[in-house]
């Protein structure tokens, strides 16, 4: 590549040694429509997904759905017609932006404030583009694919596009509320924080309160990012007593897992809260960090969503695990 094809390279978010181009944010080639609708839905194999921007929705698709909660507004299966997720809300929901310094709640929540465009990326696959947020300045692009069997891929691309991040990183931070399902708990292979030695075990992730023991590191994860003290999303930064072994957990509502898979080299934390969504309505979360983040630079993690009837977690395990090997 010639000096001057690679500065536009770059002028363009492009890092010509980075990911694979994904989504419409990084290809250019991929052509998509803009719906006139807030939301669009894919079915592929057993499965429904209704992906919505976070504009206000109430129509016979969504009725009654608030403005702020994008991604996965309803999932569906054709065992269990009734979507796991609080009406009102969504499930993989792009909700903060951070640099672990206290601000606004307008600020930290602008992923639900800033305009999204929703784009129709063929018969199974939706995104949501979002332009440089007005604080953060990240321009990001989130796509939502059902595969074959109907798993949920979500593939985020992200530009920084301004040195806003004080602290030298970019928190982000997705949320999934829960209508009040047989347990708030989640459930993952792993051990206790303290007992390094110990042989990983099937674990219950519980959280006696918001913001109480709510956030699950990888087992090797000992990275620190420094924060204010009275940052208030307390989530983020409360570690538990747990380390996880594998990168993926599941809950179980109305006899259906809804199971949350991630890629080792993404390194996410698990995060949760047994009232993010109102009492009785859990939030299932998690968090990617981007540390030494550069501008203009173009970021990606992939994690891949399953909702399949529940039996045990060793019949989820196996279920699973052709999207977990990949």
């Not at 129709?120 to 692009?141: F, I, M, N």
């Not at 993690?301 to 977690?313: I, N, W």
Request: glycine fraction near 8%; proline fraction near 9%.
């Amino acid at each position: 590549m010639t000096a001057s094809a690679l500065a536009l390279v770059l002028a363009a978010g492009a890092d010509p040694a980075g990911p694979p181009k994904r989504t419409t944010l990084s290809d250019p080639a991929i052509r998509y429509t803009v719906p006139d609708a807030p939301s669009v839905v894919l079915r592929r194999g057993d499965t429904e997904a209704v992906v919505v921007d976070n504009r206000a929705v109430d129509d016979a698709v969504l009725p009654g759905h608030k403005a702020g909660y994008s991604g996965i507004a309803a999932l569906r299966h054709a065992k269990q017609k009734r979507t796991p997720f609080v009406p009102d809300y969504a499930g993989l929901n792009f909700e903060h932006i951070h640099d672990g310094t206290t601000r606004d709640r307008e600020v930290l929540f602008e992923p639900r404030k800033a305009p999204m465009e929703l784009r129709r990326v063929g018969e199974h696959a939706a995104e949501l583009y979002q332009k440089p947020t007005p604080t953060w300045g990240l321009e990001s692009c989130q796509r939502y694919e059902l595969l074959e069997d109907g798993t949920i891929e979500l593939t985020v691309e992200c530009i920084p596009r301004r040195p806003a991040f004080k602290n030298g990183y970019v928190g982000l931070f997705w949320a999934s509320y829960i209508d009040r399902p047989e347990s708030p708990d989640i459930h993952f292979r792993g051990r206790d924080a303290d007992d390094p030695a110990a042989a990983p075990r099937w674990v219950k992730g519980v959280t006696p309160r918001h913001g109480e023991l709510p956030t699950h590191l990888a087992a090797d994860d000992d990275r620190r990012f420094a924060h204010d003290p009275d940052f208030p999303l307390t989530l983020v930064f409360n570690r538990s007593k747990l380390r996880y072994a594998e990168p993926w957990y599941f809950g179980v509502c109305r006899g259906m897992a809804f199971a949350q898979m991630f890629r080792p080299q993404d390194r996410v934390r698990f995060s949760q809260s047994p009232s993010g969504g109102g009492a009785g309505n859990p939030a299932w979360d998690f968090q990617y960090l981007i540390p030494g983040y550069e501008v203009g630079r173009r970021y990606q993690f992939v994690m891949r969503a399953a909702y399949l009837p529940f039996e045990s977690a060793e019949q989820v395990e196996k279920a699973t695990r052709p999207h977990r090997d990949r």
